[in-house]
């Protein structure tokens, strides 16, 4: 309202100025103040209404307008349960959700008791909390199991000594093979050959020498022919 009304005219009201509100009919000489919110709105603040804040995911408003807000530091399983510090503010602090033996399923987002391994004629492997159920084993599956990989690690030290032998088996044996080669040529040894050593057969003999005669004939009769050849070049020249 800028000025009352009196006889003569009306009461002179004026649009509230920018960050301020009046949500309801008044006589004020002033608007009221747009909250100021911490991590913004979730209804914006106009002339004629007041707005809400609001906080983002992950926290939690500290007073009644939720101007200012806390983050939430609750775990699966816990809940936040308020703490009133007066002058319109609050904190929190985190409880379990699930009271005595229960546990929180966070699928199904509810409390479930754990399991009572014994009542089942099983051993609890690991106790329930406050998040998961109790794990529960069968004690003659798990002897079992146990006596199975006993026998799988035995097969198999047995398996891999046996490769382990065979191969150096085969290395050996080839090793010695190749010794054995290279001393039994070193032992052979290729006597010289001299052609005084061969002796010839009577035949033999006979052949050669005749063999040697007919070459020296054949010798001579060239040079018979050539001499003959130099003398008729000579005479006609």
């Not at 914006?44 to 609001?54: H, L, R, V, Y």
Request: with cysteine; net charge neutral.
């Amino acid at each position: 309202m800028k000025d009352f009304c009196s006889e003569t005219r009306e009461t002179d009201c004026r649009a509230c100025p920018e960050g301020t509100y009046a949500d309801h009919i008044n006589a004020f000489d002033r608007c009221n103040k747009c909250p100021s919110c911490q991590q913004g709105f979730a209804e914006n603040c106009t002339k004629t209404t007041k707005g809400n804040c609001q906080c983002r995911p992950g926290f939690l408003c500290s007073d009644k307008s939720c101007s200012l807000c806390e983050e939430n530091k609750c775990s699966a399983g816990e809940e936040p349960k308020k703490i009133d510090l007066g002058n319109g503010s609050y904190s929190y602090k985190c409880e379990f959700k699930c009271p005595g033996n229960n546990f929180f399923d966070a699928k199904e987002d509810t409390c479930k008791p754990w399991t009572l391994c014994g009542a089942n004629k099983l051993v609890e492997k690991t106790p329930g909390n406050k998040t998961h159920d109790a794990v529960c084993i069968d004690p003659q599956g798990d002897r079992r199991d146990h006596t199975n990989a006993h026998w799988i690690m035995s097969i198999g030290f047995v398996f891999l000594s046996l490769t382990l032998f065979l191969f150096m088996f085969y290395v050996c044996s080839k090793n010695l093979r190749r010794n054995q080669r290279n001393s039994v040529a070193s032992k052979i040894s290729v006597p010289a050959v001299k052609t005084s050593d061969f002796h010839l057969s009577k035949e033999e003999s006979g052949l050669k020498l005749i063999i040697q005669d007919e070459f020296k004939d054949c010798c001579s009769v060239s040079q018979l022919d050539s001499s003959l050849f130099h003398k008729e070049t000579t005479c006609s020249v």
